[in-house]
C-alpha cells in the first residue's frame, strides 16, 4: 500500500510505501529532513501524517476490542 506524507514542518507532501506488517515511527521529510515521530495515541507516522492510516492499525484496534470485551465478561 502507498500512502502520501505531509510534513508538518515544511508541508511538503511524498508517496511512500507502507509495511504491510510493521509500523513506521521515523519518516524523515525529503525537503527539509525533519525527522516525524507519530503524534502521541498514534502508531506510526502514516496514522499521524498520513492520508491513510496503517494497515497494522487495523489489526491492532480489533486485538484490543476482543481483549476489553472478553475482560467485561469476567
Ligand atoms: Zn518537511
Keep these: 500500500m502507498v500512502a502520501r506524507i505531509t510534513c508538518p514542518h515544511c508541508g511538503f507532501s511524498a508517496e511512500e510505501r507502507m509495511?504491510?506488517?510493521a509500523c513506521l515511527f521515523f519518516y524523515e521529510c525529503k525537503q527539509c529532513a525533519a525527522i516525524l515521530k507519530?503524534?502521541?495515541g498514534d502508531c506510526c507516522v502514516f496514522c499521524s501524517?498520513?492520508?491513510q492510516k496503517c494497515p497494522p492499525k487495523q489489526?491492532?484496534?480489533s486485538?484490543?476490542?476482543n481483549d476489553d470485551r472478553?475482560?467485561?465478561?469476567?
Design 38 to 40: 507519530p503524534l502521541p
Design 63 to 65: 486485538l484490543t476490542f
Design 49 to 51: 501524517y498520513g492520508d
Design 70 to 74: 472478553n475482560r467485561s465478561q469476567t
Design 19 to 21: 509495511p504491510d506488517d
Design 59 to 61: 489489526t491492532f484496534f
